[in-house]
């Protein structure tokens, strides 16, 4: 069974990596603009081979990219999602965070709009 705070947790934060783009604390890796370069350089070529296919294949190749480009979205929010978890939890173990009353009032939130 899915963890229902879990599952809040994960819209909330997907909504704040996805939704303001401008954020000064927005992170660029080089490695990511290294990737996007390499693939606008094969997209030209990916175009005139797309062109050359019948329908058969290119809605095939077309569906299937799809769904590549969805499993790496999802996966991506994997990792985002374990890596805001485990800073908090290294966080709370050095003493730097704590919990405090808002903080039991939104988990209380989260755990009685859950359903059960």
Do not use: W
């Not at 991506?76 to 908090?88: C, T």
Request: hydrophobic content about 35%; proline content about 1%; overall charge negative.
């Amino acid at each position: 069974m899915k963890n229902e705070v879990t599952e809040k947790l994960e819209l909330f934060l997907q909504n704040l990596r996805c939704e303001d783009m401008s954020r000064e604390t927005l992170v660029h890796l080089d490695s990511c603009r290294m990737e996007s370069e390499r693939l606008a350089e094969l997209e030209e070529d990916y175009k005139q081979t797309m062109n050359g296919l019948g329908n058969h294949s290119r809605n095939f190749l077309e569906r299937y990219i799809e769904q590549m480009q969805s499993k790496a979205f999802a996966e991506q929010q994997q990792a985002y999602l374990q890596g805001m978890l485990d800073a908090f939890q290294i966080l709370f173990g050095l003493g730097v965070i704590s919990s405090n009353q808002n903080v039991e009032k939104i988990i209380a939130h989260l755990k009685n709009d859950s359903p059960k």
